[in-house]
């Protein structure tokens, strides 16, 4: 990662204004503290709304996705990260939101394989902790 990211400081774009093409470097400035992915013109940050015109929406065209915008990209992350096993309290922090109910109830997406496990998990932690019954012996 960090070679590419030597690589992008590297590189240049050229955009059209009006009949002429203009230069820019990708990164205009590559100080440590610096953002690693800045607006062409000025170094700044890139505005959201560009940056899902510009390369989101192209992207998502290209795997056949006919709708895609940033509340999508939140709820797949969302349900991705409760699917693959994280606490939904560290879910809650990177979403940034004030109560859990909010990223459960709202954000993370039941999926039919999801339910499935849970069941299975729940199937093998009863299995597991429930003690077994002692046959009696009647004389």
């Known amino acids: 990662m960090i070679a590419r990211i030597h690589r992008l400081k590297a590189m240049t774009v050229d955009v059209k204004a009006g009949n002429a093409m203009r230069n820019y470097k990708l990164v205009k400035s590559s100080n440590p503290d610096d953002l690693v992915f ?3 013109k000025e170094g700044k940050p890139m505005r959201d709304n560009n940056i899902l015109k ?4 192209p992207a998502a065209h290209r795997v056949g996705l006919s709708f895609v915008n940033w509340q999508c990209l939140r709820t797949s992350h969302t349900t991705w ?3 693959a096993g994280a606490d939904p309290k560290s879910v809650q922090g990177q979403m940034r939101h004030s109560r859990i109910s909010t990223t459960m109830d709202i954000y993370a997406q039941i999926v039919p394989a999801a339910q499935r496990q849970a069941i299975a998990k729940l199937s093998d932690f009863v299995n597991e902790s429930v003690p077994k019954p002692v046959p009696i012996l009647v004389q």
Not at 54 to 57: D, Y
């Open 38 to 40: 800045q607006s062409v």
């Open 81 to 83: 990260l409760v699917q």
């Open 54 to 57: 510009r390369f989101i929406k």
